[in-house]
């Protein structure tokens, strides 16, 4: 089933939506669209309501962010400095690379990740998007996004409390999707930033990930950010780690 014509609800009028079939729609979607308020101009915006129960939920999720998070920098680091001789053989510049992303309450953090690009050609504005067979991308660089190692760092950024293990990713400022600014495209995309970005998600536990050129996809990842919050529980925080360990085992799903 298309789910072309809800897509439109909840995307601003001026968004050219194109018409194309995006899959089955989410059980979810329905409770989501019955959930908005509407705007002056009477077009639906998404809506983020947690359940009663989170605040205890969510300082539970802050101590396995924490333990999960130093557990895997202990258990990772022999790889992570294998990575950092590789990034370093390759090509000039730093191991890292350092951007910055909006996080909780729109908050600006700065994300760290291995530098998969030349040096001189990294964007930090992120305003270029990174396609298939992108030269500013080095070899190395090539095999981290697509087994998403060039993420591992973000372990720190959880434990400093930037991020969490699982959440909406992280986006910079003023994101482009579907050739417009983000915040244009999808009415309510700041409910997005109601809990700390995660180093995965609901949307790329689903496959929904990459590039944000396409409008239906892109709505679908806020569709799915909204519908993480508002059934926000520990237990779905383990399905998504789950479900996201088996995809990158599976092959991987990076770009």
Not at 151 to 172: A, F, K, Y
Not at 184 to 207: C, F, I, K, M, W
């Amino acid at each position: 089933m298309s789910i072309h014509p809800i897509l439109q609800m909840i995307g601003r009028p001026e968004a050219d939506v194109a018409g194309q079939n995006a899959g089955t729609r989410s059980p979810m979607l329905e409770a989501l669209l019955a959930d908005t308020v509407l705007a002056n101009d009477n077009v639906p915006t998404l809506v983020a309501r947690t359940r009663p129960h989170a605040p205890v939920q969510f300082a539970l999720k802050r101590a396995m962010d924490v333990g999960g998070a130093f557990a895997g920098l202990i258990v990772l680091a022999p790889i992570l400095l294998l990575i950092a001789i590789m990034i370093r053989l390759e090509s000039k510049g730093p191991v890292f690379f350092r951007q910055l992303r909006t996080g909780r309450n729109e908050v600006p953090f700065e994300i760290l990740k291995f530098r998969s690009m030349y040096v001189e050609q990294c964007d930090h504005a992120g305003v270029r998007l990174t396609v298939d067979g992108d030269p500013r991308v080095t070899r190395m660089g090539r095999f981290l996004r697509k087994t998403s190692l060039d993420e591992i760092p973000q372990l720190w950024n959880v434990v400093v409390g930037h991020m969490s293990l699982v959440g909406p990713r992280p986006h910079v400022p003023d994101m482009v999707a579907g050739g417009m600014n983000y915040a244009d495209l999808v009415r309510g995309y700041e409910n997005r930033h109601l809990v700390r970005p995660g180093l995965t998600g609901l949307a790329q536990s689903r496959g929904l990930r990459g590039p944000t050129t396409d409008s239906d996809t892109a709505i679908r990842r806020i569709l799915s950010d909204v519908e993480y919050i508002r059934t926000f529980s520990i237990l779905l925080d383990i399905r998504i780690l789950v479900r996201t360990i088996i995809n990158e085992l599976r092959g991987g799903t990076g770009s």
